[in-house]
């Protein structure tokens, strides 16, 4: 793999986690850890 192949596969692996992820300003991205009793967000 050259660098550039892998710098393009690092940005489409980016966009494709980005697509899924969404937060506004208002509204910011929910943070959720789950530990073995309980879930906190």
């Known amino acids: ?3 550039k ?3 393009l596969a ?3 692996r980016k966009r494709r986690i ?3 992820i969404f937060g ?3 509204r910011p991205r929910l943070c ?3 530990s073995l ?4 967000a």
Do not use: A, D, F, I
């Not at 009793?37 to 906190?40: L, S, V």
């Open 1 to 3: 793999m050259t660098p």
């Open 5 to 7: 192949e892998k710098r």
């Open 10 to 12: 690092r940005l489409r």
């Open 18 to 20: 980005r697509k899924k």
């Open 24 to 26: 506004t300003s208002e």
């Open 32 to 34: 959720v850890y789950r």
């Open 37 to 40: 009793k309980h879930m906190y």
